[in-house]
């Protein structure tokens, strides 16, 4: 069996009266890209936002490299080296990209007065872009004017470059056209190819896991139900699953 990245063992969480995970246990394998289906409510974002260090699980654990850890904030967990890429990607539109890819990390130079060093940075984030395959017109350009599947790019691109361990992508295809969607799978497939980068893809769309990911798990009503390789699977067999899991609702809703 690989070595493990990240797992959650039967983490649960509640706000109020909502139970939005149940006992949800998850394991990432290091290099593997995982991918993590469910409807809306089913707790993707609740999971996801304790994996970053944003809520405080109410129960279960979590293990990291093997041992077991406490997130006690977003910062705590980035400097582990997990890191988020959101559908709000963070970034600063009126910026350039590579003040965009140091963006709180700048590189400073200088004695008292110290300096942006935007020349050490512009090279940095050529090198670096350019290593990822990521194509864009320039590193001077501003993110305002950069497709959306550039834009995520960019975004991706600074978490790898924070030294990353494991990346959680928040929809990363939401709202995008064919050619943008094209840029962001053909991105993680050379993240996998690396192998230096666990990556937790969140998505709607059964088409792009099964595109990019090694392996897929389905969250509903707060619990894993489905662990598989993408190899020994299908759409089909998701869809399925999941209108069973839709005619139960309906069965329920008609007997209340």
């Known amino acids: 069996m690989s070595e493990e990245a990240l797992r959650t063992e039967n983490i649960s969480k509640s706000f109020g009266r909502v139970t939005a995970l149940r006992d949800a246990s998850v394991r990432l394998n290091k290099g593997e890209v995982l991918g993590l289906l469910g409807d809306n409510g089913a707790g993707k974002s609740t999971l996801m ?3 970053t260090g944003f809520h405080k699980p109410d129960g279960g654990k979590i293990y990291f ?15 582990l080296g997990i890191e988020p890429v959101y559908q709000d990607l963070a970034l600063v539109n009126e910026l350039n990209v590579y003040r965009n890819m140091f963006l709180q990390r700048e590189i400073m130079v200088g004695g008292p007065l110290r300096i ?20 864009i017109p320039s590193v001077d350009v501003e993110i305002a004017r950069l ?28 709202a995008m056209g064919v050619r943008e969607t094209a840029v962001i799978l053909d991105l993680i497939r050379r993240l996998k190819e690396r192998g ?14 099964f ?10 009503n707060g619990r ?8 020994d699977s299908s759409v089909q067999e998701l869809l399925n699953l999941v209108l069973h899991e839709i005619r139960e609702a309906r ?6």
């Open 224 to 231: 894993i139900t489905f662990d598989r390789a993408t190899k």
């Open 211 to 220: 595109e990019v990911c090694d392996r897929v798990n389905l969250l509903q």
């Open 147 to 174: 497709s959306g599947g550039q834009r995520q790019a960019i975004a991706v691109a600074r978490s790898v470059y924070a030294n990353a361990k494991v990346l959680l992508l928040d929809e990363p295809t939401a």
């Open 251 to 256: 069965g329920q809703v008609g007997k209340a």
């Open 65 to 79: 490299l093997g041992k077991e850890i406490e997130l006690k904030s977003v910062s705590h967990a980035r400097s």
């Open 116 to 135: 942006l060093n935007d020349g050490a940075m512009r090279e940095f984030a050529r090198e670096h872009l350019n290593e990822m395959g990521v194509n």
């Open 196 to 209: 230096d980068v666990s990556i937790i893809v969140v998505a709607h769309n059964y088409a792009h896991v």
């Open 49 to 51: 936002k304790i994996l």
